[in-house]
């Protein structure tokens, strides 16, 4: 089955200890996202891999880093987590649509939790 | 820099009835992309329609359609026969057509849909 997995799916963890949401794709995709959640505020952009070894931040990079050393697999990572990025969290990966990626699928999301 | 309003926080609609959904975006582009995400409580999120703005037509997809107004800049939803299964949180996104960059989704904040029976 397609699909993007994330894990875990949920979280809860303490101020400054090292994370890793892990992201998985089985389509092939070149594309992939990070996006955060927050109620009034819709999804946010974190980072985007355009390729392998290819990353760029969005909007909100902030506190987060990724990599992209396989082309299915692209982590995310909190170095010194901290209660302000409690959220809910969600990798997206995309085919090329002709040239370009248009239609993203979505992982599961994974709900995290900073004390 | 690209931005998605949502104004309806929240609507309730009875099974079979039908609900409109506002979303109005501001871009300075001419071509771009716009699309209606569904989260329902598994919070999974599903694409529900997808409109570019070079086609006039309105996209339709099944129960579900939008109302493109491109002069205006807004992209409203319509679920016509609601179903109790239609309940979830609707969000509103844009993307311009990615050149040498990943075409980013720009969400607004969304609209909770709750349909009783």
């Known amino acids: 089955e397609a699909q993007v997995t994330q894990n875990p799916r949920y979280l809860i963890t303490v101020t400054g200890k090292k994370l890793t949401v892990t992201c998985s794709q089985n389509m092939n995709h070149e594309y992939m996202s990070w996006y955060r959640q927050d109620p009034g505020l819709g999804l946010r952009q974190i980072y985007y891999s355009m390729n392998v070894e290819v990353t760029d931040k969005g909007d909100v990079p902030e506190g987060y880093k990724v990599s992209r050393k396989e082309k299915r697999n692209f982590p995310l990572i909190l170095e010194s987590p901290s209660p302000n990025q409690t959220s809910l969290y969600f990798c997206?990966?995309?085919?090329?649509?002709?040239?370009?990626?248009?239609?993203?699928?979505f992982g599961p999301g994974t709900r995290l939790t900073v004390l | 820099a690209q931005t998605v309003t949502q104004s309806q926080p929240e609507m309730s609609v009875q099974e079979a009835e039908t609900v409109t959904l506002s979303c109005t975006y501001d871009t300075s582009e001419n071509n771009y992309y716009l699309f209606w995400y569904k989260q329902p409580p598994s919070r999974q999120m599903i694409l529900v329609i997808r409109q570019e703005a070079y086609k006039q037509q309105n996209a339709t997809e099944n129960r579900f359609s939008v109302n493109f107004q491109k002069a205006a800049k807004s992209f409203s939803l319509k679920i016509s026969d609601s179903q109790l299964g239609d309940t979830a949180m609707y969000f509103c996104a844009f993307m311009k057509p990615p050149t040498d960059s990943w075409g980013k989704l720009q969400f607004g904040a969304g609209t909770q849909v709750v349909v009783t029976p």
């Open positions: 997206a990966s995309s085919p090329p649509w002709g040239r370009y990626a248009i239609e993203q699928f």
